[in-house]
C-alpha cells in the first residue's frame, strides 16, 4: 500500500486509467462480437453496417493504446475481408 502522498496519488490515477481502459477495451470487444456474429448469421448487409460502427470504436481503442494500432488495423482489415467473402 501507498506510503507517502505522490504514491497515494498514483494508486488513484492507476485506478482511474484501469477503470477507463477496461470500459474501452470492453467496447472494442463488443463491437467486434456484433460484426463476428452477423458474419455468423450470414447478414451480409447487418454486418458491413456492424463494421461501420465498430471501426471508429477499435481506432479508439488504439489511440488509447488499449490495443496496439496494428492489432487495430488486422482486425479491421480480417472482418473486412470475411464480409467481403459472403455470398
Known sequence: MANHKSAEKRARQTERRTAANNARRNRVRSSIKKV???IAAGDKKAAAEALRAAQPEIQRGADSRVITKSAA?????RLAHRIKAMA
Open 36 to 38: 463476428q456474429e452477423a
Open 73 to 77: 488495423a488486422r482486425r479491421v482489415s
